[in-house]
């Protein structure tokens, strides 16, 4: 068994509330951060522990912390991304929904580690349970003392707001998030400067992932070192993983980073294989904005040599062979599935949540989708994928935010790893609306 350190008593009854999260250790770190630690020495240890980024982009979160502005006389403010929507990705939802003490603690914790006296939670508007969950958890953390003023008798003071977005995806990008949280429109910024300098209202801000500021508790609990101690290499740690699609048992699953994916998608302990009998046609690891993978590549690198789930095994080959980790939004398709349609699905999303601000992602992701259509209707011509592939080359690193690759990437990897498919749909109109393209053809 892998070791949990943020779902280890999710099947405790009662765990959402403060009373048996308390009795379950909850709010320790809270008590030693603040009584015990100064702010730089818990800084420190989130530097030792390695953690990275758990909303997609794996950016050390000390070195994030630490390269927070102080200006004298500036409020600075710690914003918890939880305006969770990339397709495939449910894991925060999942402990917003079961643990939010994990959540409120980790706020609490992480906002005096940063000097913040203010911080947000940033909830995806969908989410209308979790925000209730949230503020009632709020309640019940202030009723005790561990939130607002004079925290413990520290003279430490923190008000924590929890922020409904309005359920538009580009919202999660920190910036058009911190737009929104300030009642505008939330179209994402240029960046630099990052939020770390200028951030909410223009002050110095940390935007950090709702797994990420969870993970803090136990790094403040057990020390950076021990964390460090899980994972592998420079993924240390656990991950929650949303695992999706075609799996004998989709979930929300704790796993150790380093675990072989082969483990993850066939043992007992995590999805137990591949539904009905079938076999694995192909994986997207990240959520829907990282490259998919036939099955061979998710489960072994081109060598042979087993691949992993952790930010580097993941990645290792470059967009040619590997993927990446992301957000952990594990999907996986089955040998019944059809590519072209499901670049398609992933295509009418970018196009729909595009902002629009720049010509290549709000163009491009229109053209992308009418192409994809097209050949998935039976319409298409040879002439159509390549223009496809123009398109989406035209798309990758032309873009304000990562809404652009993160559009172009799919189809991209679609074209590498399964043209076969795509021509196919061309040549064979009526067959490929009724039938599949078989594993065999690969
Ligand atoms: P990024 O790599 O631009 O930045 C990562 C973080 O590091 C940001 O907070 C940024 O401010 C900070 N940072 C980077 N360089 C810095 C510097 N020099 N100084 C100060 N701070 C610095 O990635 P981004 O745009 O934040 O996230 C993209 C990722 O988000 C994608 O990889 C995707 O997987 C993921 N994503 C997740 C979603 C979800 O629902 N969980 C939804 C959509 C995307
Ligand atoms: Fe908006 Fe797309 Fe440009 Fe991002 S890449 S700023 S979503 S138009």
Redesign the pocket.
Known sequence: MGRKLLLEHINVPGINTLAVYREKGGYRAVEKALKTLTPEEIVEEVKKSGLR?R???G?PTGM?WS?LAKPEGVPRYLVCNA????PG?FKDRYLMTHIPHALIEGMIVSSFALGANTSYIYVRGEMMPQIRILERAIEEAKAAGFLGKNILGTGYDLELYVQPGGGA?IC???TALLESLEGKRGNPRI?PP???IAGLYGCPTV?N?VESIAAVVPIVNDGGDEYAKIGIGRSTGTKLISASGNLVKPGVYEIELGLPVEEFIYSDEYCGGIANGKRLKATVA??S??PVLPANLTLKYANGEPRLMSYESLSEGGFATGT?L??GGFIAFDEDQCIVRNTWNFSRFYHHESCGQCSPCREGTGWMEKILHKIEHGHGTMEDIDLLWDVQRKIEGNTI??LGD?AAWPVASAIRHFRDEFEWHVKEPMKSQSTNYGLANY
């Open positions: 980024g909303g997609g982009a950016f994030k390269f305006d969770e929507s990339e990705t995806y999660g990008e920190e960046k990052f939020p770390a935007v992932n990240g959520g904005s990282v990446m992301g957000s935010c990562p993160a």
